[in-house]
C-alpha cells in the first residue's frame, strides 16, 4: 500500500520560514502531479503549489513568489520550501499526488495525514 507521510510543520513567526517534506512509501512505480494543499477550519481545501513530472510549477497567487515546490524523484519526496510566512498561512498542510503501484498499471490518488503550520508571534 502506497503512503503519504508529511512531515516539517510546527510554529514558527511571522516573517518565517519552514520546509515541509512529503514522503512516498510502498511499491512506487510511478508518481505524477504532485501537490500541496492547505485547509483552515470552515473552509474548502485549497491548492497551493503543483509541480509536473517535467519540473514545471504552479502556484497559487496568496503564496506565489513566496513558497517553493520541489521535487526529489530518486527519493520520491516532494517539498514546500515557505518564506516570509504570514499569519493567513496557518493551515492543515497535505501532499497528494497520482501514484502507480509496481506490477499494476492503474493509478490512484493519494492523500497524507498533514502536517499543521501555525504562523503566529
Known amino acids: 500500500q502506497v503512503r503519504l507521510v508529511e512531515s516539517g510543520g510546527g510554529l514558527v513567526q511571522p516573517g518565517g520560514s519552514l520546509k515541509l517534506s512529503c514522503a512516498a512509501s510502498?511499491?512506487?512505480?510511478?508518481?505524477?502531479?504532485r501537490a500541496w494543499h492547505r485547509q483552515t477550519p470552515g473552509k474548502q481545501r485549497e491548492r497551493v503549489a503543483y509541480?509536473?513530472?517535467?519540473?514545471?510549477?504552479n502556484y497559487a497567487a496568496s503564496v506565489k513568489d513566496r513558497f517553493t515546490i520541489s521535487g526529489d524523484n530518486d527519493k520520491n519526496t516532494v517539498y514546500l520550501q515557505m518564506t516570509n510566512l504570514k499569519p493567513e498561512d496557518t493551515a492543515v498542510y497535505y501532499c497528494?499526488?497520482?501514484?502507480?503501484?509496481?506490477?499494476?498499471?492503474?493509478?490512484?490518488?493519494?492523500w497524507g495525514q498533514g502536517t499543521l503550520v501555525t504562523v503566529s508571534s
Open positions: 509541480i509536473a513530472f517535467d519540473g514545471s510549477a
Open positions: 497528494n499526488a497520482d501514484v502507480r503501484e509496481t506490477g499494476t498499471y492503474r493509478w490512484q490518488n493519494v
Open positions: 510502498g511499491s512506487i512505480g510511478s508518481i505524477a502531479n
